[in-house]
Every structure is written in structure tokens, then in C-alpha cells.
């Protein structure tokens, strides 16, 4: 007999699982006419299933109980959205091993155990829907996965963490202070339980493993991807970016070189007009340059309940499509049939333009001695900076350079760095600006 609805669980009833609780519920309609039978939220799980969420659940019913989810043999969709990886990962391959389609939109597991998971859905035949791990409810994935399939994908830049996002737009256009400004974005619901996952650049790395591996048909090592926050960030290097025309972003960068991947985040300064930099506040962003397609550019709310109950939804849609078509499986879980692995460049062969802002004393010498240590490493500058002027004591001097090793790069500060006349570590800042 043919299906008549598609019966879901959640486990985990917070933030996001209430705002995909709502969407199920509020657009049921809309969600019913799309795919030709209705979704039915079954149940839901949570540890704490008393706190009132604002929302008329009727049916549904609630329990403390994931294991309730995991066995009713009703349930054909398991969303998962409790995070983290355990228990989170047994809950996902139990589904799987019961025959239940799972949807999640946990990137730290799938970044670290994506490829076990993908394995066990393929082996038990159904599907894990993972959009709304990566920037919300931007439908990065999808565009990846389908709407630019016909592309060599050449790079992905993105703006995949709306804390660091919102805490650097504070600081660039109000001059705020770094954790004053972190602490609103934790009022705001939109940090990582561990705000360290946010501003060490980890969330953001974890969502550039999923994309990495979507984008280029490759598993990635977690831990291969360079990994660089914003806690170093200082209003100092935010005033000199706007004095040379830049502003600072943290971006996950994933590109293809000479058949290898670079994969990394790391603040970057971008000519203050390209429309990647003018994202401000939480919103998310990602320019993708296809080789037929060019450049594209999607923006939205990269957290939050509803936008990432959207995403949830949209997989819980297009998994429900599969499943009433009879056609699961019809899209691989990781977009390619044939997938081959690519090598992660070493941080040490990548070239970049880079910020550097040596804290030096401001006497005859000093600018020969910077400049003799870069051109001796094949380094060279295309524009310098010096701000104030202090007898005996360290002022700090910019310098732009043109395209250069990162190894280079490397080797040249550890010598400048132990000049008497340089006081304190150089900080180094990334460039993106095409002019090399
Ligand atoms: N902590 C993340 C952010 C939430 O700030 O964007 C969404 O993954």
C-alpha cells in the first residue's frame, strides 16, 4: 500500500529542535502540499520535556525517552539535534541500524565522524539529511550538491560563524570591546554551548570540513584543516584595516590548487567593497566560484531556531520526496559516486598577500633591518604603514606584501622577531584581494 504520511521524531528539544518543531507544525500545509502527503511530527525527546517552548503541540508526544524515537517502528525520519558527539552518534547509527532516515544538523560530529556515519546509512540503506550543519538556513548544500553539480567548484570563501561575525562588526563599526561584545552574542542564542568552538575558528572549521568534502568529492581529516580564531583580533589591526581600505572577517576558505585542496580559516582582510566583507552582524555568507558558472553569492542567517529549522525541514522534505517516490538513495549522501582523496596542502605551501604589524623602535636602521630579513625570504612589500612616533619605545609599523609563500612568511618572523629592535611577536593577518 502506498505511504500515506511521513512520521518524525526529534530528539533534542532546544533551540533549534523547537524552531523545527514549529515550522513542522505551523507550515504543515504549505510542507504537505509540497510533497503530496503530510509530515507527522510523532514525538519528541528531551531531558527536559515540562519547560513550556510557546508552542500548541497537539499530538505530539513528549518524552525523556530518544530510545522511544529510535525504536517506534512508525517513525520513518529521526531528526537529530541534541549536538555533540556522544551520545549523538550512537542515537544516529542506532536509527540507521532500524532502517530510519536520519536528519541532523550537527557539524562537529559529522567534521570529525562524517565518514562512519555516511558509511553505516549506505549500508542500511537510507539517508542522512546534514543542511543545516553548515551556515542555517542559507541552502549552501543544496546548491553544492545539485543546483552547481555541474561545476568544477574552484573555491568556496565563507562566512560560516555568525558570533565571530557579529563580534567583529561590533568592533569594527562601534569600536566595542572583544568580550563585551561576545557576551551579547551569547545572550542572543547564537554561541556555541562552548564559546571556544566560536572564536578559535572551530565551528567554522568543522563547517568547512562538510563543505570541503561536499564541494571536492573527498573525505577531509578534521584535523588537517588550519585553524586560526578572532581572539587575537585587536581594535589596533581593525583601525590600520580601515585605514588601508580592508576590513577583517573570519572565513573559511576552501579552494582547489594544482589538484590539491587548501582548506582553512583564519581572519582575513578583504577590500572593504567586495561583498563578502559588507556581510555584517550574524548573517552568514559564502561566495562560490564554479568553473561555469563564475561567481555566485548566498547570504542569510547562518543560526537560530527557525532559519535552522528551515534547513532541518528541507532535508526531512526532500528525504520524505525519496522515500514516497521510492527512489532513497536516489542522491548520494555525499554527492559523488565516485569519490577520490584529495590531499589537504600543508599551511606552509600555501601562498597568500599578508598584514604584517611589527612593534619596533622608531630609529634610523630599524625599517632596513624588517625589510632586509623579508626580501633575503623572497617576501615583498607593497605598501607600509607608520602610525605616531615615540622616542625609546616600540611603535607599530604596517606592512602590506605581495604574493608569498606562507613558509616564507614563517621563517622570515622568526628571525625579525628576535631583533633587539623589535619588540613583542609580529601579527600576521591574511589578505585576500586578487591584486597579488
Ligand atoms: N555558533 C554558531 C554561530 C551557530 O555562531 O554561527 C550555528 O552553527
Same mark, same amino acid.
Given at each position: 500500500?502506498?505511504?500515506?504520511?511521513? /512520521?518524525?521524531?526529534?530528539?533534542?528539544?532546544?533551540?533549534?529542535?523547537?524552531? %523545527?518543531?514549529?515550522?513542522?507544525?505551523? /507550515?504543515?500545509?504549505?510542507?504537505?502540499?509540497?510533497?503530496?502527503?503530510?509530515?507527522?511530527?510523532?514525538?519528541?525527546?528531551?531531558?527536559?520535556?515540562? *519547560?513550556?517552548?510557546?508552542?500548541?503541540?497537539? /499530538?505530539?508526544?513528549?518524552?525523556?525517552?530518544?530510545?522511544?524515537?529510535?525504536?517506534?517502528?512508525?517513525?520513518?525520519?529521526?531528526?537529530?539535534?541534541?549536538?555533540?558527539? $556522544?551520545?549523538?552518534?550512537?542515537?544516529?547509527?542506532?536509527?540507521?541500524?532500524?532502517? $530510519?532516515?536520519?536528519?541532523?544538523?550537527?557539524?562537529?560530529?559529522?567534521?570529525?565522524?562524517?565518514?562512519?556515519?555516511?558509511?553505516?546509512?549506505?549500508?542500511?540503506?537510507?539517508?542522512?539529511?546534514?543542511?543545516?550543519?553548515?551556515?542555517?538556513?542559507?541552502?549552501?548544500?543544496?546548491?553544492?550538491?545539485?543546483? &552547481?553539480?555541474? @561545476?568544477?567548484?574552484?573555491?568556496?570563501?565563507?562566512?560560516? @560563524?555568525?558570533?565571530?561575525?557579529?563580534? &567583529?562588526?561590533?568592533?569594527?563599526?562601534?569600536?566595542?570591546?572583544?568580550?563585551?561584545?561576545?557576551?551579547?552574542?551569547?545572550?542572543?542564542?547564537?554561541?556555541?554551548?562552548?564559546? %571556544?568552538?566560536?572564536?578559535?575558528?572551530? #565551528?567554522?572549521?568543522?563547517?568547512?570540513?562538510?563543505?570541503?568534502?561536499?564541494?571536492?568529492?573527498?573525505?577531509?581529516?578534521?584535523?588537517?584543516?588550519?585553524?586560526?580564531?578572532?581572539?587575537?583580533?585587536?581594535?589596533?589591526?581593525?583601525?590600520?584595516?580601515?585605514?588601508?581600505?580592508? $576590513?577583517?572577517?573570519?572565513?573559511?576558505?576552501?579552494?582547489?590548487?594544482?589538484?590539491?585542496?587548501?582548506?582553512?580559516?583564519?581572519?582575513?582582510?578583504?577590500?572593504? %567593497?567586495?561583498?563578502?566583507?559588507?556581510?555584517?552582524?550574524?548573517?552568514?555568507?559564502?561566495?562560490?566560484?564554479?568553473?561555469?558558472?563564475?561567481?555566485?553569492?548566498?547570504?542569510? *542567517?547562518?543560526?537560530?531556531?527557525?532559519?535552522?529549522?528551515?534547513?532541518?525541514?528541507?532535508?526531512?522534505?526532500?528525504?520524505?520526496?525519496?522515500?514516497?517516490?521510492?527512489?532513497?538513495?536516489?542522491?548520494?549522501?555525499?554527492?559523488?559516486?565516485?569519490?577520490?582523496?584529495?590531499?589537504?596542502?600543508?599551511?606552509?605551501?600555501? %601562498?597568500?598577500?599578508?598584514?604584517?604589524?611589527?612593534?619596533? &623602535?622608531?630609529?634610523?636602521?630599524?625599517?632596513?633591518?624588517?625589510?632586509?630579513?623579508?626580501?633575503?625570504?623572497?617576501?615583498?612589500?607593497?605598501?607600509?604603514?607608520?602610525?605616531?612616533?615615540?622616542?625609546?619605545?616600540?611603535?607599530?609599523?604596517?606592512?602590506?606584501?605581495?604574493?608569498? !609563500?606562507?613558509? #616564507? !612568511?614563517?621563517?622570515?618572523?622568526?628571525?625579525? @622577531?628576535? &631583533? #633587539?629592535?623589535?619588540?613583542?611577536?609580529?601579527?600576521?593577518?591574511?589578505?585576500? #584581494?586578487?591584486?597579488?
Amino acid at each position: 500500500m502506498a505511504k500515506k504520511a511521513i /512520521n518524525v521524531g526529534i530528539i533534542g528539544f532546544g533551540t533549534v529542535g523547537t524552531g %523545527t518543531a514549529r515550522i513542522l507544525i505551523e /507550515n504543515a500545509d504549505i510542507i504537505q502540499r509540497r510533497l503530496g502527503a503530510p509530515v507527522v511530527l510523532k514525538k519528541i525527546s528531551d531531558l527536559d520535556v515540562k *519547560r513550556d517552548r510557546g508552542i500548541a503541540l497537539g /499530538n505530539v508526544q513528549l518524552t525523556t525517552s530518544a530510545q522511544e524515537i529510535l525504536t517506534d517502528p512508525d517513525i520513518d525520519v529521526v531528526i537529530e539535534l541534541i549536538g555533540g558527539y $556522544k551520545p549523538a552518534k550512537e542515537f544516529i547509527l542506532e536509527a540507521f541500524r532500524n532502517k $530510519k532516515h536520519v536528519v541532523t544538523a550537527n557539524k562537529a560530529l559529522l567534521a570529525v565522524h562524517g565518514e562512519e556515519l555516511y558509511a553505516a546509512a549506505e549500508k542500511a540503506g537510507v539517508t542522512l539529511g546534514y543542511e543545516a550543519s553548515v551556515a542555517g538556513g542559507i541552502p549552501i548544500l543544496a546548491a553544492v550538491r545539485s543546483g &552547481l553539480a555541474a @561545476n568544477n567548484i574552484e573555491s568556496i570563501y565563507g562566512i560560516v @560563524n555568525g558570533t565571530c561575525n557579529y563580534i &567583529l562588526t561590533l568592533m569594527t563599526n562601534a569600536g566595542r570591546k572583544f568580550d563585551e561584545v561576545l557576551k551579547e552574542a551569547q545572550a542572543m542564542g547564537y554561541a556555541e554551548a562552548d564559546p %571556544t568552538f566560536d572564536i578559535e575558528g572551530i #565551528d567554522s572549521a568543522h563547517k568547512l570540513a562538510v563543505l570541503t568534502m561536499l564541494a571536492y568529492g573527498t573525505p577531509v581529516k578534521f584535523d588537517d584543516i588550519y585553524t586560526e580564531g578572532i581572539s587575537k583580533i585587536t581594535p589596533l589591526d581593525i583601525d590600520f584595516a580601515k585605514d588601508l581600505g580592508y $576590513k577583517i572577517k573570519l572565513l573559511a576558505i576552501t579552494k582547489k590548487v594544482n589538484g590539491e585542496i587548501e582548506a582553512r580559516v583564519h581572519p582575513t582582510m578583504l577590500p572593504e %567593497t567586495y561583498p563578502i566583507a559588507t556581510v555584517d552582524g550574524v548573517f552568514n555568507a559564502l561566495a562560490v566560484v564554479g568553473d561555469a558558472v563564475g561567481s555566485t553569492m548566498f547570504y542569510g *542567517r547562518g543560526a537560530g531556531d527557525m532559519p535552522t529549522g528551515s534547513a532541518v525541514v528541507s532535508d526531512v522534505i526532500s528525504i520524505g520526496r525519496d522515500i514516497l517516490a521510492g527512489s532513497v538513495g536516489r542522491s548520494p549522501i555525499t554527492a559523488f559516486r565516485d569519490r577520490k582523496v584529495l590531499k589537504i596542502r600543508k599551511m606552509d605551501d600555501i %601562498t597568500s598577500c599578508y598584514y604584517l604589524r611589527f612593534s619596533a &623602535l622608531d630609529k634610523p636602521g630599524v625599517l632596513s633591518r624588517i625589510t632586509g630579513v623579508l626580501g633575503k625570504n623572497n617576501i615583498s612589500i607593497s605598501s607600509m604603514l607608520q602610525k605616531g612616533r615615540k622616542v625609546d619605545e616600540a611603535v607599530p609599523i604596517v606592512m602590506m606584501t605581495h604574493e608569498a !609563500v606562507e613558509r #616564507d !612568511v614563517r621563517k622570515a618572523l622568526e628571525e625579525i @622577531n628576535k &631583533l #633587539d629592535c623589535v619588540s613583542g611577536a609580529t601579527v600576521v593577518i591574511r589578505v585576500e #584581494d586578487g591584486s597579488k
